[in-house]
Structure formats: structure tokens, C-alpha cells
């Protein structure tokens, strides 16, 4: 079936780096934009941006570029996202989330990854 | 580009119909046919409930339903049912990026 499973918990310390995968089956990776998703504890859904799987290509929201980076391996059918110099604030659980047809809507989503930040 | 707004929350009876509202602006929801609604249950990935204002995808049930006026969209969930407790939040196309609301938070009585 259509699915996406991402990487697993992460505990991190402030100013070190994480990278979560996102790995896609059941359809073909590179017909459909993929989205990431931020939801901090307690808080609203926050789009981060999309990487556009044909060509690489990313897309950061405001409050997004620069310490966050988007990448592909097609040869396994999987998105990253890499976050670096971590923060406190960056503790949330991150989504992806494919688009039914650019743009459109997020009709698959992974199963989300929580990263914590602390010392 | 600023969250669309959504009420906190909203209640229902089972049985009873709910409408959740989300404004927004001419850049965003007036201008474009690409609202989308995501139901979210407590510790669980969102879910897609309507897109392009007023689908559904496949195994949604038709209780669920969305139009959209001017700068405001909204869903509306008939015939309340103890599962459709979940946080709910929509979701727009804001030309080459997305806004979500904040969500509301939805609970059967």
C-alpha cells in the first residue's frame, strides 16, 4: 500500500545536528512533491517547505532556510530532512507528507518523527 | 504569510452537525480553489478529510463535508459520531507556499 514511514525518535543536544528520513513505497517516488511538516508540543501544524522529487529541487518557508535542508535518494525512494545547529525551540515532531498533485493537498502522510532538543 | 484562523474549539451533541470555519485572506483562501481539511486524533499523523475545497478522497466518509465563500472556508461534519473527537485544521495554497490554520479543537458531547 501507499505509505510513508519515517525515521525513528531522536534526543538531541542544542547545537548538534539531526537528519530524519522519510522513506516512500507503494507508488512512484519521483511523480509526486514531498512536504515537510512542523508540530511543536501542544501547537498547530506549520509548513516548512516542499523538494520537488523529479529534480532536487527545494523550497524553504519563512522561518525555514538556513539551518534546515532538504534531500532525496531516489535510488531508495527517500526524502530527508536535516536540521543543524539545534535549538531548544526545534523540539517537535516532523511530518512529511506527499501532494496528491502539485499543488494540491497532503494525502499521505508519514507517521511523523519527534525530535527533542535538550542539554 | 500569516495562519489562516480557525476557532479553538467547537462541541457537539452525537447526531448534531458542526461547522469549523478558517479565514483568510485574497492571497490566500479567496484566490486560489485549494483548501484542504485534516482531522487529527491525539498522537496520530493528520489526515486528509476534503481537498480542493470540497472533495473527498477515497474512504472518507460523506458526512464530511467543505465549501468555501470569499476569503472563508469551511467544513461541516453531519450526523456527529464519538470518533470525529480530533483536532481539525485547514489548510490553503498560498501561491508557491501553504498556509495552515491553527487548528479547533473538536468535542462530542
Known amino acids: 500500500q501507499v505509505q510513508l514511514v519515517q525515521s525513528g525518535s531522536e534526543l538531541k543536544k542544542p547545537g548538534a545536528s539531526v537528519k530524519v528520513s522519510c522513506k516512500a513505497s507503494g507508488y512512484t517516488f519521483t511523480t509526486y512533491a514531498m512536504n515537510w511538516v512542523r508540530q511543536a508540543p501542544g501547537q498547530g501544524l506549520e509548513w516548512m517547505g516542499w523538494i520537488n522529487t523529479k529534480t532536487g529541487n527545494p523550497t524553504y518557508a519563512q522561518g525555514f532556510t538556513g539551518r534546515f535542508v532538504f534531500s532525496l535518494d531516489t535510488s531508495v525512494r527517500t526524502a530527508y530532512l536535516q536540521i543543524s545547529s539545534l535549538k531548544a525551540d526545534d523540539t517537535a515532531v516532523y511530518y512529511c507528507a506527499r501532494d496528491l498533485s502539485f499543488p494540491d493537498a497532503f494525502d499521505i502522510w508519514g507517521q511523523g518523527t519527534m525530535v527533542t532538543v535538550s542539554s | 504569510q500569516s495562519a489562516l484562523t480557525q476557532p479553538a474549539s467547537v462541541s457537539g451533541s452525537p447526531g448534531q452537525s458542526i461547522t469549523i470555519s478558517c479565514t483568510g485572506t485574497s492571497s490566500d483562501v479567496g484566490s486560489y480553489n485549494l483548501v484542504s481539511w485534516y482531522q487529527q486524533h491525539p498522537g496520530k499523523a493528520p489526515k486528509l478529510m476534503i481537498y480542493?475545497?470540497?472533495k473527498r478522497p477515497s474512504g472518507v466518509s460523506n458526512r464530511f463535508s467543505g465549501s468555501k465563500s470569499g476569503n472563508t472556508a469551511s467544513l461541516t461534519i453531519s450526523g456527529l459520531q464519538a470518533e470525529d473527537e480530533a483536532d481539525y485544521y485547514c489548510?490553503?495554497?498560498?501561491?508557491?507556499?501553504?498556509?495552515f490554520g491553527g487548528g479547533t479543537e473538536l468535542t462530542v458531547l
Open positions: 480542493e475545497g470540497s
Open positions: 489548510c490553503s495554497y498560498a501561491g508557491s507556499s501553504w498556509v
